[in-house]
């Protein structure tokens, strides 16, 4: 049973830094592609950054050079550091995993295995 729980959101001032943690327990593959969305009420959700088993990754480039994903896989735990927060910025964010794909996706579509979401607002 595959199970991803988000942790590290909050409420940060304009400027500032947070760090997302998902931990996540059960087995997808032996390779894997987890990615970082967010969604705010009324949107679709959006892809914010991605990587796979080989240390690949894509941002969205509302996130280039602010957000950093990373994995460790000894944990196997997910990593997202934003920093330089701005209020657009402020939305749930979801992890999500899958197996590993041909390409980093970004797009939800491509995951079956989600997280709850935690909420980030920038203010």
């Known amino acids: 049973h595959v199970q991803l729980v988000e942790s590290g959101g909050g409420s940060v001032q304009v400027g500032g830094s947070l760090r997302l943690s998902c931990q996540i327990t059960?087995?997808?593959?032996?390779?894997?592609?987890m990615g970082w969305f967010r969604q705010v009420p009324g949107k679709s959700r959006e892809g914010v950054a991605a990587?796979?088993?080989?240390?690949?990754?894509n941002y969205g480039d509302s996130v280039k050079g602010r957000f950093t994903i990373s994995q460790d896989s000894a944990k196997n735990t997910l990593y997202l550091q934003m920093n330089t927060l701005k209020p657009e910025d402020t939305a749930m964010y979801f992890c999500?995993?899958?197996?590993?794909?041909?390409?980093?996706?970004?797009?939800?579509?491509?995951?079956?295995?989600w997280g709850q979401g935690t909420q980030v607002t920038v203010s």
């Open positions: 999500a995993a899958d197996t590993l794909m041909g390409w980093v996706a970004r797009c939800p579509d491509d995951y079956n295995y």
């Open positions: 059960g087995f997808i593959s032996a390779g894997q592609c």
């Open positions: 990587i796979d088993s080989n240390g690949n990754t």
